[in-house]
């Protein structure tokens, strides 16, 4: 079982670590060929913006739509929650998106004059405590389709009941940054949903 990461732009280092101490083989995918040979794949942090545009100029966009339509996992964290988005408001009129999760998200939702902060975060179905979770010009989840959940809420401070996480099918998208706090539960979460996916095919 192998997990890719996309590496047009963003955390994809601390992407590729976290899922390397998780128990998972991971690398880097730029090309259509290394989307080919992985079993699931992530979708760093970064900027939306730029990394629809390099999706689109890479030649990534499609396949990467047809591969999540077919069943792939695929986890986003932050800029990687925006393009799993299948409505963004605040973003560049032209941005695309992989348009997975059935959610509208709003970038640089949580104030622009906050670059970033930390909140405790509370998933469903992951044990051990609230998330200490790092936000950085984050979006929030302002609405879900019906076949999307609700999976982390904000627990305290001022944006105490929003939602930043959320889980749909094989598709899992999280406002915050596990990838750079050390804290594997959300990353060991997806491994877990890839094995369980390769288990049912
Ligand atoms: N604000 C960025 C965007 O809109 C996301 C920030 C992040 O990934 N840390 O794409």
Known sequence: MTIGVLALQGDVREHLNALTDSGAQARPVRR????????ALVIPGGESTTMSNLAVSFGLLDPIRKRIADGMPVYGSCAGMIMLATTVLDGRADQESFAGIEMTVRRNAFGRQVDSFEAPVAID????????????????????????????????????????????????????????????RVHRHFVQMVSSAADDR
Do not use: K, M, S
């Open 32 to 39: 259509t060929e290394e989307l080919d040979a992985v079993d």
């Open 125 to 184: 179905g992951i044990a051990g405590g609230d998330f200490h979770a790092v936000f950085i010009r984050a979006p929030w989840v302002e609405e879900i389709g019906p076949a999307a959940r609700a999976l982390g809420r904000v627990t305290a401070g001022p944006a105490a009941g929003r939602i930043v996480a959320v889980q749909q099918g094989n598709l899992l998208a999280t406002a915050f940054h596990p990838e750079l706090t050390g804290d594997l």
